[in-house]
């Protein structure tokens, strides 16, 4: 079941353009990141830490979807990074949002409702 739904959401990725990839995350990145969103002038990447469990590398993929549905205006490579330093607040109100979009999505997938009704599509 869970390898479906990787699966199911590996494919919303490619429609969109995003190319969803598992890597080996340096020691140094890999306790505050599980993936990444990243838009450099349209190539749209999501990279996802390759040591972690299915399950939990389906919610990091479901969440970096998150990014690029509610936040891609502003996540372009250039902006990620000041707007991390810049302003924790509104920091942790994007990453709350993602983790919601993440859980919605992953709900509306198990329960096979169509991809043109799911919070993605929007
Ligand atoms: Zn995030």
């Not at 390898?3 to 429609?15: F, G, H, M, N, W």
């Not at 830490?49 to 690029?68: M, P, S």
């Amino acid at each position: 079941m869970d390898s479906l739904i990787y699966t199911a959401l590996k494919k919303l990725a490619k429609k969109r353009g995003i190319r969803a990839k598992e890597v080996l995350f340096p020691d140094n990145l890999k306790d505050d990141f599980r993936g990444l969103y990243y838009d450099d002038s349209g190539v749209k990447l999501i990279l996802i830490n390759q040591e972690d469990n299915l399950e939990e590398r389906i919610f990091t993929l479901a969440h970096e979807l998150g990014h690029y549905a509610l936040h891609r205006e502003f996540l372009t490579c250039a902006r990620w990074t000041c707007s991390y330093q810049e302003d924790e607040g509104h920091w942790k109100t994007v990453e709350d949002e993602a983790d919601s979009f993440a859980r919605r999505l992953i709900f509306f997938i198990k329960k096979g409702l169509p991809m043109n009704n799911n919070p993605a599509a929007a």
